[in-house]
Structures are given as C-alpha cells and as structure tokens.
C-alpha cells in the first residue's frame, strides 16, 4: 500500500439511510467502501474482501457489537476497526478498545471527523506493513545467512567438528568474549562470523578490523571516534568502531599487533563497555561482543611485556585454538570438493578428482592452511584443460621439487616455509602480494613471516 492507495472499507450500522450516506461520502474520498445493515452479511462481505477497516457501530439490536468485534479481531489480525458509539456511552468505547479497536467516533460526527479517522488508519496500516516487510526480509537474511554458514563449514574431522560446536556454544552467550587462535589461513574469521551470525547479535553488525592495517596515530580515533575539530583532519564527528559495533560484535583481527598504550584503553572500553570520543568528554554506552583472533603465540608477548595479561584475561573468555590443516589431514579431501565445486560452478563446468591428488595433497604440510587449499582449488579449476583434476594441476608439483613433501612428523617445517617463502618471492620478482597469491596466504601474512624468519628481500636474493 503506498501513500496514496486507497483502502478497504467495511461499514456495518443498522441505520440504513446512514450507512448508505457514508458509503457514498467515502467512494467520492476514493475508497473502495461497502455498506451494510447485518452482521451475517458483513461476515460475507469481510470473507470475500480485503477489508483494511471495519467501521462498526457496537449497538446493533439484538447482538453486542463488542462480540462483532471480538470475532472479527480473531478472525482477521491484519484489519482495524473503528468503532461508532453514541452520546454518553464511554463504558463501552473503554471496553472497545481494550479489545483492540484502533479508534471511536461519536455520533453524529461531521465528514471531516471521519476523514481524519480514515487517513489514521491508512498511514497506520501502511507503516504497519512496512515494517512486516522490513521484518519478513531480516528474517530472510538471516535465514540465507545461517544457510550459508552452514554450508561453509566444511571439515569432518573430530577436532574441527569440537570447534564447530564450541562455536555454535560460544554463541549463545552473548557478552562472552572470544578469542580464536591458529596458524594464519586456518579459518579463525570463518569461526568468528559462525559465532556472530549464530547468536542474538545477527541481526547488527559484525564489524572485522584489522588494527596492524590502522596507523598508529589513528588507531584510537578508529576505535574511539572523534568530535569535530579535536585534531587535523577531523572535520566532522565520527563514531568509532566501539560505537558502531553496538548490539553487534567487534572483530579484532590480530589482536597481539595492538600497541600497548591502545591496550589499556581497548581494556578498560570492554570492562566499562561506556566509551568517550576522541577531543569529547560526553561517555556514550555501547553493547558489544569482542572476539579476537591471533596467530602469533600471545602468552609468548605477554611474558615479553608486549601484551597485557589483565586485557588477555578480558577477551579469553572463551578460547577456540583452530588446529593447522596438516593435523588433520581428513578435512583436506571434503575441502578440496567443496572448493573446487564452488569454482567450477562459477565457471558452468563439472569436474572430477583424480583419487591420488587427494593422497598427494593429504602429505603437503599446507603453511597457508585452508586458504592456501582454497587458492589452489580455484588457480587448478581455472587452468585445468580437461574435465578432471590430476596431480598436474596442483602447483605444488611443480614448484616443489618434491621438497615440501612431509609426512605427518615432519619437524622442520621452519626451514620449508622459509624455503617456501624464497621461492615464491624469486618467482614473483619479489613482488610481495604475488607472492602472497603463490602461497595462497595474506599479504599481512606474509610480511609477519618474513618478519619472523628475519627473510629480507635482500637476503632471498642471495
Ligand atoms: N571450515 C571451513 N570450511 C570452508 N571454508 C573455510 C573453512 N575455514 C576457512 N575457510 C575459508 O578459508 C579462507 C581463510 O579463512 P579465514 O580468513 O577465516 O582464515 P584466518 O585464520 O582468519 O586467516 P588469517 O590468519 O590469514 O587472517 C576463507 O576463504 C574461508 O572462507
Ligand atoms: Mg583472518
């Protein structure tokens, strides 16, 4: 119904010459309007109509017209009815609209009275249906959501069904922090967003934030707004992700990258959850979920000093640690079909899988995890000739010399990432986001272990 529909209109009064007479003043308004002098006829009528409203005068010889409007309320949520009353009869217009009439007119009433009433009820009706359509879509999404959380959770090994569990458990309370830990690639995004889209906050924003991608003169600005004017550059007041996460979760990806001085202040917003913008000193309460994800070792920074044991306690509440991939070598195949099906899909192609690519793979000690898995799934999809997928379209083959193929107790796994890293930074002319993609890891990913591994693009040269 937009604003200038007209409505369904029902009149039921046993005054004939009054009925008749506001049919006729209501058709002229542009309503479609019916007139009727029986309750079993309005029945009829309302059975075979869309009526929006009932204009229903409650005293009808021989039946209580707050039992007409009972019925009707019962037997058709979506309509409103306005109730006729005489002189002196507020007792029943009292109880009327107890019983969910949405408003009264006092007989004799003039054609502006009924006007104004008519007009209420559309705007109501409409705003009404706007917000059915409105509730109808989010439950929509949110069920398209959990769809897909579902199907993108892949994995049938024990250790990442507990995760999934530990997830969907974590959800259901709604203040506890998270924090996820896992090699880089393992899934600990994928993880948040199941404990986000699974929980009461869906429905508000999940909001991801990479701090070590944030200069450091911006990163409290960035997580706590600022007011207009409180230094270069802010030119207008701005919310900070503390504030926009309200209702919804905050997702610091990274967390053992934040600098100390920005630690106490993250600690003492998630304790207080109250936060005061940047060159502001009005508190604003916000409501928000932290769930924070790491790959680095954060006990190792906390006895180094470089993190805070009080904020570690804060955002530990519950600890999922996500296992590489190559500990548990059975998720690869069910993710290599899934994948791999998702890209060929793309592509309108069906392609098969030899039986050994999974046997090969199942040994490659996969330093990028699941997302390495994931690149080579669509680089060999996109390259593959043919209608099925042999060991020659892995890259792996062809760029290890056989090299990185380790059993299960392999322990130097150091030296073949490193190895790993040279050679994809030889291969892609030392470019570090190609490189990257060759190893099917982040850029961020990648400069945290060169880093690691003291790999200067000097020394890879050598
Ligand atoms: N269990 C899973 N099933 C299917 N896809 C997954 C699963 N886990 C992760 N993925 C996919 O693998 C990719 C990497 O996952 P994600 O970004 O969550 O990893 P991460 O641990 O956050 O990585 P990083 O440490 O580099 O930030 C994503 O494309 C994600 O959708
Ligand atoms: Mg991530």
């Given at each position: 119904m937009t604003r200038h529909e007209k409505i369904e209109i029902l009149i039921l009064d046993d005054e004939k010459q009054f009925t008749e007479e506001l049919h006729e003043f209501l058709q002229k308004s542009g309503h479609e309007s019916f007139e009727t002098n029986t309750y079993p006829e309005a029945r009829h009528i309302l059975a075979n109509h869309e009526i929006d409203l009932m204009i229903l005068d409650v005293r009808l010889p021989g039946i209580d017209g707050l039992d007409i409007l009972k019925e009707v309320k019962a037997k058709h949520p979506n309509l409103e009815v306005v109730i006729i009353s005489a002189h002196g009869d507020m007792d029943t217009v009292i109880k009327a609209m107890r019983l969910g009439a949405f408003d009264y007119l006092r007989k004799p009433f003039r054609h502006i009275d009924i006007q104004i009433v008519v007009e209420r009820t559309r705007k109501y009706l409409h705003l009404q249906r706007k917000l059915k359509l409105v509730e109808e879509r989010n439950s929509l999404i949110s069920k398209t959501l959990e769809e897909k959380i579902d199907r993108h959770f892949i994995g049938v090994s024990v250790k990442i069904r507990d995760i999934f569990d530990a997830a969907l458990a974590a959800a259901q309370y709604r203040d506890a922090n998270v924090l996820i830990t896992g090699e880089s690639g393992t899934g600990k995004e994928n993880v948040a967003r199941i404990i986000h889209y699974s929980g009461s906050r869906k429905e508000h924003i999940f909001c991801a934030v990479n701090s070590s991608a944030i200069t450091d003169s911006l990163l409290e600005s960035e997580f706590f707004g600022h007011k207009k004017g409180s230094f270069t550059g802010a030119v207008t007041d701005k919310m900070g992700y503390f504030e926009v996460s309200n209702q919804g979760t905050l997702f610091l990806?990274?967390?053992?990258?934040?600098?100390?001085?920005?630690?106490?202040?993250?600690?003492?917003?998630?304790?207080?959850?109250?936060?005061?913008?940047?060159?502001?000193?009005?508190?604003?309460?916000?409501?928000?979920?932290?769930?924070?994800?790491?790959?680095?070792?954060?006990?190792?920074?906390?006895?180094?000093?470089?993190?805070?044991?009080?904020?570690?306690?804060?955002?530990?509440?519950?600890?999922?640690?996500?296992?590489?991939?190559?500990?548990?070598?059975?998720?690869?195949?069910?993710?290599?079909?899934?994948?791999?099906?998702?890209?060929?899909?793309?592509?309108?192609?069906?392609?098969?899988?030899?039986?050994?690519?999974?046997?090969?793979?199942?040994?490659?000690?996969?330093?990028?995890?699941?997302?390495?898995?994931?690149?080579?799934?669509?680089?060999?999809?996109?390259?593959?000739?043919?209608?099925?997928?042999?060991?020659?379209?892995f890259p792996l083959t062809s760029h290890s010399n056989g090299a990185v193929e380790v059993n299960n107790e392999m322990a130097n796994l150091k030296s073949i990432e490193v190895d790993m890293i040279r050679k994809a930074l030889l291969q892609s002319q030392f470019n570090q986001k190609a490189a990257a993609d060759i190893l099917g890891i982040t850029r961020d990913a990648l400069i945290r272990k060169m880093k690691k591994y003291n790999i200067s693009i000097g020394k890879a040269e050598n």
């Open positions: 990806d990274e967390i053992a990258d934040m600098p100390l001085n920005l630690q106490a202040k993250i600690l003492r917003a998630a304790e207080e959850k109250v936060i005061t913008r940047v060159g502001d000193t009005k508190t604003i309460k916000t409501d928000f979920r932290i769930i924070s994800s790491t790959n680095h070792d954060i006990q190792k920074r906390v006895s180094e000093n470089k993190f805070r044991l009080d904020l570690l306690h804060r955002l530990n509440t519950v600890h999922i640690h996500i296992p590489p991939l190559r500990e548990r070598p059975e998720d690869i195949k069910p993710l290599l079909i899934h994948f791999t099906d998702h890209f060929a899909q793309k592509l309108n192609r069906s392609i098969a899988i030899n039986e050994d690519v999974f046997k090969r793979l199942e040994r490659y000690p996969f330093p990028g995890n699941i997302r390495e898995l994931k690149n080579m799934a669509e680089r060999a999809i996109i390259l593959c000739k043919f209608n099925s997928l042999s060991i020659e379209d």
